[in-house]
């Protein structure tokens, strides 16, 4: 019998505990175990969470990876044979969001899938535009054959709301640790180069989108460009990231064209802010300490 389980990781939940759990409980997937991860939160998550059937496994906030904490996530559900993984401010879209996510299995050269973000309701333009970027109405499979056409887009992924099968997740090493970012894109890409497929499901589907402010863009594109300085593997294989970026921004500008003009220059400052970011993560250990105590928001 096929085994499923749902794994959260989570800090002071509990204001966003109602619309998930609400969510969750309309599923038509229904045979699966719950499991909590919880850094410690000083509010009422992990009774919410409990009381709608998960095991809750508390560990300090201090020891909180997003690579070392889903791989704790994978090693408490050893026994499953899939494990979704969702981040506490993912709200599932529709009944029949769990049950399509794990629909992408029944081809078993799919190592790991991940389902469409629509942007929150009231989203900011900007906010809402990068999930209409990133997440297309459009189901895909994508496999290494692909990067020739999409570069490192090839390996994009996101497990906020993502589901991976678990021989796969062990046949590349599980995922890295320690990781602060984008321990996703890392197994993405390892599970290409290992010849799995990624699929891309837009009929499951969750609300998730941030409002970032110009600080918190500065902080996490020096995150992802010191990831991949510490991954050279990953443009070697993949290509750079410059030029989905371009592409990003061509999209972006047309966007609020059409829809909010009056965010152009907005636009413009962000994608600067984005770039210096990026590029001085890049340089890693060439900037300043004190710079890099500040950028990683210490």
Same mark, same amino acid.
């Given at each position: %019998? ?47 969470f409990a009381s709608a059937g998960f095991r809750i496994h508390q560990i300090p906030r201090e020891i909180f ?6 791989? %704790? ?12 993984? %969702? ?5 599932? /879209? ?10 992408c299995f029944s081809d078993r050269r799919v190592g790991a899938a991940y389902g469409r973000q629509l942007p ?17 109405p459009q189901s895909r499979l994508k496999s290494l054959a692909d990067r020739a056409e999409f570069g490192i887009?090839? /390996? ?56 970032? $402010? ?10 992802? $460009? ?73």
């Open positions: %019998m096929t085994k499923v389980a749902l794994c959260v990781p989570t800090r002071n939940a509990a204001a966003v505990a109602g619309p998930f759990l609400e969510g969750l409980s309309t599923q038509t997937l229904v045979d699966f175990d719950r499991l909590l991860i919880d850094s410690s939160s000083e509010d009422d998550t992990c009774h919410l990876d997003h690579g070392g904490t889903r791989q %704790m996530a994978a090693d408490l559900c050893g026994e499953a044979d899939f494990l979704i993984f %969702m981040t506490q401010d993912a709200v599932l /879209a529709h009944p029949e969001a769990l049950e399509a996510l794990l629909g929150r309701p009231g989203a900011h333009p900007i906010e809402a535009h990068a999930r209409l970027f990133n997440y297309p887009k090839t /390996a994009f992924f996101s497990d906020s709301f993502a589901a991976y099968r678990v021989q796969a997740l062990r046949d590349v090493g599980g995922f890295p640790v320690p990781c602060p970012v984008s321990e996703d894109t890392f197994v993405a890409a390892r599970l290409l180069l290992a010849d799995w497929q990624i699929a891309y499901c837009a009929d499951a589907a969750v609300y998730h989108s941030h409002d970032f $402010g110009l600080a918190d863009e500065l902080r996490r594109y020096y995150q992802i $460009g010191l990831f991949h300085a510490r991954q050279p593997w990953l443009r070697q294989q993949f290509g750079e990231a410059e030029g989905e970026g371009g592409r990003f921004v061509r999209s972006e500008c047309n966007y609020l064209w059409h829809n909010a003009p009056s965010l152009l220059p907005l636009s413009a400052l962000r994608t600067v802010v984005k770039y210096v970011g990026y590029r001085l993560g890049l340089m890693g250990k060439v900037v300043p300490a004190r710079l890099q105590r500040l950028l990683n928001g210490r």
